[in-house]
């Protein structure tokens, strides 16, 4: 077919997934279910308390319920024009989540060198995810947290490619300085995100080895870190602990569940890793086999054997969270954890296989991110999406996943198809099948 022809039709695509978005919008989708609730309850309480007392509601945060530090509700109260009205404050995070887009394109055609039409729809992937959609429609704080960690990726990925065995140059320090101020706003928008400064210190120790890196990033951080240590003090601890007390905090952050919640990790890994999966297969389907398989059946058969003794048996009874490959299992499986078993093995497979590709580079990120990810009570899918995408488009050093100006045609009908599938599916579950967690637990009482 004629390359031009083929280029109107994924620019008609792009519009599509455009205007689907804002139609979304429109019609108030809430797809990753707690939105709205989430806005009402907590974040629009917490930006309108910082607007009328802002030193009350610094020392206070922790009467308005919110999980992440208040760096999102600090900057939409101080700079964001439209707080006056829910439904304008909305449509500016809206119209401002669009920037991960354009900065997620930017940093896919330095590393891929693509055509502008197959970065940009490779980009706009965003865009079909339903939690990613319906955290900028109900205005909430994931989206500014990804956006601040996109821009510390693109200023790492500058540095990572460049030779600095000899002095560094002042646009060098310059650069350092914005993955530092930009990682450090992401971890105050929200604080898992700290997983990525570990690993750009790992990296800079273990990889790049420059004493002046090291030090002018350590230096940048101590920094960074004042108005973090300024709010540890005024708090008493990492949160609000006269607000929210500090046993609540040690159930919901404590290194227990962290064998729970691996299995439920490896599961979201191996969905949203599913794309490029397919992608592997119509390469190479026996490549993919020969390479999976081993550690595919030594996961699945630990994870089978942990499920017939019941010790995965918590897995069973969880009415929030757990993600979708969980929500699966219960719907059509029965909650028997056997499909799920299989997919988190995959998982796992997945993550084994990085390792052996590249361990050095890809250790130093896998690991903090499994542990701090780990640490909840609650897993939520909303912590991976569309992190676990970025991680292996961006960060993962992974020869499986080879796009180029050769395959971009793949690439794009497969994302396409697997996302705009996922979108439509989460949309009919929370506003058809399950329309509030009461249904649902109805649903899970009755298996």
Not at 109 to 126: A, E, P, R
Not at 374 to 386: A, D, G, N
Request: hydrophobic fraction near 50%; glycine fraction near 4%; charged fraction near 15%.
């Amino acid at each position: 077919m004629n390359t031009n022809k083929i280029d109107n039709y994924k620019l008609f695509l792009f519009f599509l997934i455009v205007i689907s978005y804002f139609v979304g919008f429109i019609f108030r989708e809430n797809s990753a279910g707690g939105a709205e609730q989430d806005f009402l309850n907590f974040t629009w309480p917490a930006i309108q308390g910082f607007k009328k007392d802002f030193f009350y509601a610094i020392k206070n945060y922790g009467q308005y319920g919110e999980g992440s530090w208040p760096m999102f509700h600090v900057v939409n109260s101080l700079l964001n024009p439209f707080t006056n009205s829910k439904i304008g404050f909305q449509f500016s995070i809206t119209i401002l989540s669009l920037l991960n887009v354009f900065i997620f394109k930017k940093i896919i055609d330095k590393k891929f060198n693509l055509k502008q039409i197959d970065s940009l729809l490779i980009s706009s992937t965003l865009l079909l995810l339903p939690i990613f959609r319906s955290s900028a429609f109900w205005g909430l704080t994931e989206n500014f947290g990804w956006l601040f960690l996109l821009l510390s990726i693109y200023f790492f990925l500058n540095l990572k490619d460049k030779n600095l065995s000899v002095k560094i140059k002042k646009d060098d320090l310059i650069n350092i300085f914005l993955i530092c101020f930009f990682s450090s706003v992401a971890l105050y928008t929200r604080p898992y995100l700290i997983f990525f400064p570990i690993y750009y210190l790992s990296y800079l120790l273990i990889i790049k080895k420059n004493n002046q890196l090291i030090f002018y990033s350590i230096l940048f951080y101590v920094l960074m870190s004042v108005p973090g240590l300024a709010l540890i003090d005024i708090w008493g601890g990492l949160y609000d602990v006269k607000n929210r007390s500090d046993s609540l905090l040690l159930k919901y952050l404590n290194p227990e569940n962290s064998f729970r919640n691996l299995p439920v990790i490896a599961s979201l890994i191996a969905f949203y890793y599913a794309p490029f999966l397919f992608i592997e297969i119509i390469g190479n389907f026996r490549n993919v086999i020969k390479k999976y398989y081993m550690s595919f059946i030594f996961f699945a058969t630990l994870l089978i054997i942990l499920t017939l003794f019941g010790i995965l048996n918590p897995l069973k009874n969880i009415l929030i969270g757990g993600g979708v490959v969980l929500k699966m299992d219960y719907i059509f499986f029965g909650k028997n954890l056997i499909f799920f078993s299989i997919i988190s093995a995959l998982g796992f497979s997945i993550l084994f296989k990085t390792l052996i590709d590249d361990f050095k580079n890809n250790a130093i990120l896998i690991f903090p991110f499994l542990i701090i990810y780990s640490l909840p009570y609650i897993i939520l899918q909303e912590y991976f999406e569309p992190l676990i995408l970025f991680l292996f488009f961006l960060l993962i050093s992974f020869k499986a996943i080879n796009l180029s100006k050769k395959n971009t045609n793949t690439y794009i009908a497969v994302f396409s198809t697997f996302f705009i599938t996922y979108l439509a599916g989460s949309v009919f579950f929370k506003h058809f099948a399950f329309r509030d967690i009461d249904q649902w637990r109805f649903f899970l009482n009755s298996l």
